[in-house]
């Protein structure tokens, strides 16, 4: 009896849809949520749901899993080596696992760039031999190895009149459920960079051709930097140029626009960086000056200063190999990557690499350079693959409840 008024209570709060969904909501990781959808249709119909997704998303953000450091000697690929971020919940250890033990040994001394990691995929280009304006881009699938691997073909040929160059080539990954699209941007300019035209090709999983997007001329001075690097967010790519402006190309409206940094901010060779903002409007600028980060939000036609975050506190009870918290004419903070939205980020600071936390305000060092490393290396952060990737339901009358 006492069991029957058991089942009978469980069963009247998972008939409830709205507390249903209350439950499924607070399972913490996307993985976890894919095991709870295949309970039955029903949970699978609420979890897979887009409202709910974005809910989920809102209450739990995108994890962390770790990063790459990107090693380099004259020119070719050294290593790419993964580092799990600590104190994993057991839920996530055999995703660790299986990322610690892939292999990128075909990379190994090859005229390779990791170009960028996206949605679980990683994107590394391989240069022709001969001639480096020529390389091939294989898209990685680390968390999903059963994808196998992507390779795109080429870019598309430009021709370039005399007087002409390149003044910007890069590749964007373009973020859709399921899917791979990728954009490809080039930028030719003459001499005096007072013409130019921007060309942007896109390339779907599944086609053997990259197909032309959209051609910009413009009579605006461009002079795009390598760095920061440029963000494509909302459909809209910020370029940086010259010495204090941000390029605009709007893949929608097809124009191409300008703004200037905030007074007093001018591009580094490391310590401004850029990052698309939650806002479909906006774009964040983070700017490091000796143990300060500044985090400017510009949205219209103005920049709004969000945080000031000071990190002497922080860092002072640390010990960071290389530097020295008392010497203020030592400006060693450098900032190696931003996460979207300007949610997390990757900083250098002596011979250590350091991730901050910004919602929580947490500073933890992640990597310690050995002795005989001369540079640390480019980082790209690793996350779980969002929304995640539901398998396709099965005819099974037992999961149809």
Not at 92 to 113: E, F, K, Q, T
Not at 184 to 207: A, E, F, I, P
Request: charged fraction near 25%.
């Amino acid at each position: 009896m006492l069991e029957t008024d058991q089942a009978s209570k469980v069963s009247k709060v998972l008939d409830d849809d709205d507390l249903l969904r209350e439950i499924i909501i607070r399972v913490g990781f996307p993985t976890t949520l894919v095991r709870a959808a295949l309970v039955c249709k029903r949970w699978y119909h609420h979890a897979s749901e887009p409202a709910f997704l974005r809910h989920f998303c809102e209450r739990h953000l995108s994890c962390l899993l770790g990063f790459y450091v990107e090693d380099r000697e004259d020119h070719k690929m050294a290593s790419i080596r993964f580092f799990s971020l600590l104190n994993k919940p057991r839920e996530l250890a055999a995703i660790v696992r299986s990322l610690l033990g892939y292999s990128w040994d075909a990379y190994r001394s090859a005229p390779a760039n990791f170009l960028c990691s996206r949605n679980g995929r990683v994107f590394i280009s391989l240069y022709d031999q001969v001639n480096r304006s020529k390389f091939t881009v294989g898209a990685h699938s680390p968390l999903c190895p059963e994808r196998g691997l992507t390779v795109v073909p080429p870019f598309p040929h430009i021709e370039i009149q005399d007087g002409y160059s390149r003044t910007m080539n890069d590749l964007f990954s373009v973020d859709e459920v399921n899917d791979l699209s990728l954009l490809h941007v080039l930028v030719v300019s003459n001499m005096q960079r007072t013409k130019s035209t921007v060309h942007v090709h896109m390339w779907r999983h599944g086609d053997g051709v990259w197909r032309t997007y959209l051609t910009l001329d413009t009579d605006q001075l461009l002079d795009p930097r390598r760095e920061p690097k440029s963000v494509l967010a909302n459909n809209k790519i910020y370029i940086a140029s010259a010495q204090s402006d941000i390029v605009v190309f709007d893949l929608i409206a097809s124009s191409i626009s300008m703004f200037q940094l905030p007074q007093g901010v001018e591009y580094g060779d490391t310590d401004t960086m850029l990052a698309q903002a939650q806002d479909a409007s906006g774009v964040y600028l983070i700017h490091a000056k000796k143990l300060q980060l500044h985090i400017w939000l510009h949205k219209g036609d103005n920049w709004l200063l969000v945080d000031t975050i000071c990190l002497r506190e922080m860092v002072a009870n640390m010990w960071i190999p290389g530097y020295r918290v008392e010497d203020d004419s030592y400006a060693p903070l450098r900032i190696k990557h931003v996460g979207d939205h300007a949610e997390f980020m990757f900083l250098e600071m002596g011979r250590c690499a350091l991730q901050l936390d910004v919602k929580c305000m947490q500073l933890r060092k992640v990597y310690v350079m050995a002795e005989e490393e001369v540079r640390l290396g480019d980082i790209h952060p690793l996350k779980m693959i969002w929304p995640p990737i539901f398998p396709a339901l099965k005819d099974n009358p037992a999961s149809s409840k």
